[in-house]
């Protein structure tokens, strides 16, 4: 994936302005995007994996602070214009929501709602529009499409729902696919068959996935690298083979550890013990310093740079896995 | 109590809600659970799993009696308490506790953590204030909360925590039986490991059993010693776990077991998995012959039996059932996926 990026993240970092005084809720994070690319974004509950992303194509409330640049197509998208900015969003970069039912409308049909978006960002016609959202289900494998068109959210099932809002947000041919949680709240059958489609979108459409989760098998099933957050830091990325096989942070490790592993006999599950710390204003040490057992001095008063451990795979830890090997 | 009954015996339970008119649908007889027989043994954590409607909380309803089952009976060490009345099932609620999905809702908000873990004993009319006070501080300690949580109220808590609340409020009556409602699926990894682990230390200290709903394989797989599979309302599978791992036998079981996805790249995309077509068939109406056939990849050998004839849930090899008419003692269904199976790591 040595491809020019499609989208370069530099030093993204966002505060929140809240009743109990300021939230930092991601600090300093920086990645990239290659054409094609599934990367996926993983970490534990409230780390800032949503707010990230929705950071990105500005869909964060107006107490959110936001500083650094994402850079998409020659042009910063933080520092974009509502009218160029309108234009990006839905069209070039599209977003599908954690919560699949609370973003479809229940009393518009299917078809209605793919068919605003094809008639706002390309202008078809009313019917080129319907004939549009039939073609999209059908991508999306939804059976019967041309029925399924006039049918309202709560008559589909919930992966059906979710298939709607992938194909809806695949409406206008976009480079970049965001999808929160596509698949947390479905069943395991369910879920295959969607990781499945997005396989066969980057596949065919050649589209850019950025994939969030907190289930590390969706990341080992789908994604090409992985970015691992932790109290809104990036304290690894790696491709995804890498990542599994030589994990680096303290923190990776531990939540490789916590998930049980099919066909093992595990007698006990690790635990990280503790708690993620929550910050008003950047940390000036390792976010994981009080959880981690290879906290010392330095650990407890440095911010730890993101470093190479080998090509493509960075940690921001000062005892890498790497070291304590040698 | 009878020592050699095992601990649950569902026998032929049968539970259909009657819709209303709804948009869209035509109302009817949703069949949640259709005739389910199973057992739980003395000690055991038996583990149920199945797509998402399959009907495990309707079933899990049923057998702490939250629900009137249609028919069918249940019993609890061998006493029949299917149509006990709410007095005379009071006392066996001391035996048989549940635990819920979403430890949030299940909470009563205006109620401290100890106020609600210390509130069976109460009801019970079990211990007065002061021996309260000491059991409660007990079984914080056992399921790993503070003193200081005693007195928080559950939105002060996190998930984790609230879980445990509802955990402890489970136990403190020292159950014989425990029925737990995917208790950590809406939690993180990292707080799900501690709760299994603890739930396992509990169970191994106290001797309950245990039946354990979630859709999540990994976890009945590191928890469970058996586990029975559903699929619309019906049991497809029974075995013990390691059976079903090595050698699921059911077409459901093994596209369910295929689908799960293994936490190794190496592994993962190498695997041989069924996707299932279609979507599940509605409740309301459910398929003729065999409930899976609409989906099934073995339908084409079955036919045109699958379509007329219920596949009865039978035992093919020792200890494990199985419904499908492909499935018989001497004969296998084909193997139509890999199971889940990670490397152990080494050193
Ligand atoms: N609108 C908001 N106002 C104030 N704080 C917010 C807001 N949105 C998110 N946060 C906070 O920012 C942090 C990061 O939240 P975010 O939604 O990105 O987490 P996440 O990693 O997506 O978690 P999850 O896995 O639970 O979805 C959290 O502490 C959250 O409470
Ligand atoms: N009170 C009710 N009235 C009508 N139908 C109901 C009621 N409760 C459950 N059902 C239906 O019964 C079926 C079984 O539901 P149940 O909640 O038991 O499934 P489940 O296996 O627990 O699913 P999940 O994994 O999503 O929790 C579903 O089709 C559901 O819609
Ligand atoms: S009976 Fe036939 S349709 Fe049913 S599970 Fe077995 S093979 Fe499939
Ligand atoms: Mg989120
Ligand atoms: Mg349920």
Known sequence: MSAEPLLEVSDLSVRFDTDEGPLQAVDRVSFTLAPREVLGIVGGSGCGKSVTCMSLVRLLPQTAAVTGSAVFDGVDLLALGPRRLRRVRGREISYIFQEPMTSLNPVFTVGDQIGEVVRRHLGLSRRAARQRAVELLQLVRIPAPERRVDEYPHQLSGGMRQRVMIAMALACDPKVLIADEPTTALDVTIQAGILDLMREIRERLGTAIVLVTHNLGVVADIADRVIVMYAGRKVEEAPAEELFAAPQHPYTVGLLGAIPRPGERQERLEEIPGRVPAAAAPLEHCVFADRCRFADETTRTQVPALRAVRRDHLVACFHPEADRAA | ?347
């Open chain 2, 1 to 347: 109590m009878n020592d050699a009954a095992p601990a649950l015996e569902v026998e032929s339970l049968v539970k259909h809600f009657t819709s209303g008119r709804r948009i869209g649908s035509g109302g009817g007889t949703v069949h949640a659970v259709d005739d389910v027989s199973f057992s739980l043994r003395q000690g055991e954590m038996l583990g149920l799993v199945g797509e998402s409607g399959s009907g495990k909380t309707t079933l899990a309803n049923c057998v702490v009696r939250l629900h009137e089952p249609t028919s069918g009976s249940i019993r609890l060490h061998g006493r029949d308490i299917t149509h006990l009345s709410r007095r005379d099932l009071r006392p066996l609620r001391r035996d048989l506790h549940m635990v819920f999905q979403d430890p949030y809702s299940s909470l009563n908000p205006r109620m401290t953590a100890g106020e609600i873990v210390g509130e069976p004993l109460r009801l019970h009319r079990l211990a007065g204030r002061k021996v309260r006070t000491g059991r409660v501080a007990e079984i914080f300690e056992r399921v790993g909360l503070g003193p200081e949580h005693r007195f928080r109220y559950p939105h002060e808590l996190s998930g984790g925590q609230r879980q445990r609340v509802g955990l402890a409020r489970s136990l403190i009556l020292n159950p014989s039986v425990l029925v737990a409602d995917e208790p950590v699926s809406a939690l993180d990894v990292s707080v799900q490991a501690s709760i299994l682990n603890l739930l396992r230390d509990l169970q191994r200290d106290m001797g309950f059993s245990c039946l354990f709903i979630t859709h999540d394989l990994a976890t009945v797989e590191f928890l469970c010693d058996r586990i029975a599979v559903m699929y619309l309302g019906k049991l497809v599978e029974v075995a013990s776990r390691d059976e079903i791992f090595r050698d699921p036998e059911h077409p459901y079981t093994q596209a369910l077991l295929s689908a799960a996805l293994v936490p190794d790249p190496a592994e993962q995309r190498q695997r041989r998995r069924v996707v299932l077509e279609g979507d599940p068939p509605s409740p309301l109406d459910p398929p003729s012959g065999c409930r899976f056939r609409t989906r099934c990849p073995l339908h084409d050998l079955s036919a045109p039996d699958s379509d007329e004839i219920e596949p009865p849930l039978r035992e093919v090899s020792p200890d494990h059932l199985v419904a499908c008419h492909l499935s018989a003692p001497g004969s296998k269904t084909p193997r139509i996926a890999d199971p889940p199976v990670t490397t152990p790591v080494t050193g």
